[in-house]
T-cell receptor, first 114, second 108 residues
């Protein structure tokens, strides 16, 4: 596999469910990111990890919990979500963590919260 | 005022037309300017990267940055149906800010 891989591609969950999104990058990058993409709104940066350490948390509600066990894997654990959390969740990676270089995105996980 | 403004469209043009996509921004500290292309059901991919002001050309694509006006543009010449996608501008200094994206359809 190459690039950035996200699973699952689609997820439907109830407000009381617990689920996780997974991201894996095969590019040897040091930084990984979670973004939220909603219709007609700019990409919202949620979390940044650099060398497995969280370096940024953009005031994301605690119902979203990231985990980065190593530089190649990133998870987003979801629990007690709200319908307004329905969106496309994009994982990205980059060589550096300053977030001004090229970002390589996965295809996203489309989340629907009922 | 939003930090980055981008008209979400949608924009529809006939094949062969010249397309102009634009973003304005408010933070004069921005130095990195990018355009990402996002096909339906795919993640964004980098299309053009420009540092500071000026023009950059790559095939049918030209990126322009006017820092004095805080305005960036992406021109697509001889547009093709395969150019149909959402185009996101992005810019920053220590971090990156994205526009909302403009959805473009090129009709055969």
């Amino acid at each position: 596999e190459t690039g950035v891989t996200q699973t699952p591609r689609h997820l439907v969950m109830g407000m009381t469910n617990k689920k996780s999104l997974k991201c894996e990058q095969h590019l040897g990058h040091n930084a990984m990111y979670w973004y939220k993409q909603s219709a007609k709104k700019p990409l919202e940066l949620m979390f940044v990890y650099n060398f497995k350490e969280q370096t940024e948390n953009n005031s994301v509600p605690s119902r979203f919990s990231p985990e980065c066990p190593n530089s190649s894997h990133l998870f987003l654990h979801l629990h007690t979500l709200q319908p307004e959390d329905s969106a496309l969740y994009l994982c990205a990676s980059s060589q550096e963590s300053r977030n001004t270089g090229e970002l390589f995105f996965g295809e996203g996980s489309r989340l629907t919260v009922l | 005022q939003k930090e980055v403004e981008q008209d979400p469209g949608p924009l529809s043009v006939p094949e062969g037309a010249i397309v102009s996509l634009n973003c304005t921004y408010s933070n004069s500290a921005f130095q990195y300017f990018m355009w990402y292309r996002q096909y339906s059901r795919k993640g964004p991919e980098l299309l053009m990267y420009t540092y500071s002001s000026g023009n950059k050309e790559d095939g049918r694509f030209t990126a322009q940055v006017d820092k004095s006006s805080k305005y960036i543009s992406l021109f697509i010449r001889d547009s093709q149906p395969s150019d149909s996608a959402t185009y996101l501008c992005a810019m920053g200094f220590n971090d990156m800010r994205f526009g909302a994206g403009t959805r473009l359809t090129v009709k055969p």
